[in-house]
């Protein structure tokens, strides 16, 4: 299994949605992609863009009062 970083802080929706599904597609199934973001919108967007495409969320966790990271993995 790879993991891949994508760091997209500072970019606001729906941007961070539009690069985690553009990084993801280049992954072989059951590699992750480890997403570093501090949009708001994106902790509902990337979560459920994730579950509706089939992937699983291995981890979603709050950084600080404004960034987070989360990791998917490809289905």
């Not at 970019?11 to 993801?24: G, H, N, R, T, Y």
């Not at 969320?57 to 009062?65: A, P, W």
Request: hydrophobic letters at 45%; aromatic letters at 6%.
């Amino acid at each position: 299994m790879k993991q891949q970083k994508l760091a997209v802080l500072g970019m606001v929706c729906p941007f961070p949605l539009i690069e985690a599904k553009q990084a993801i597609e280049e992954l072989n199934s059951g590699d992750e992609l480890v997403i570093d973001f501090d949009c708001t919108q994106a902790t509902e967007a990337i979560p459920r863009w994730a579950a509706e495409a089939g992937h699983t969320v291995t981890n979603f966790e709050q950084i600080d009062d404004a960034s987070w990271t989360i990791t998917v993995q490809k289905k």
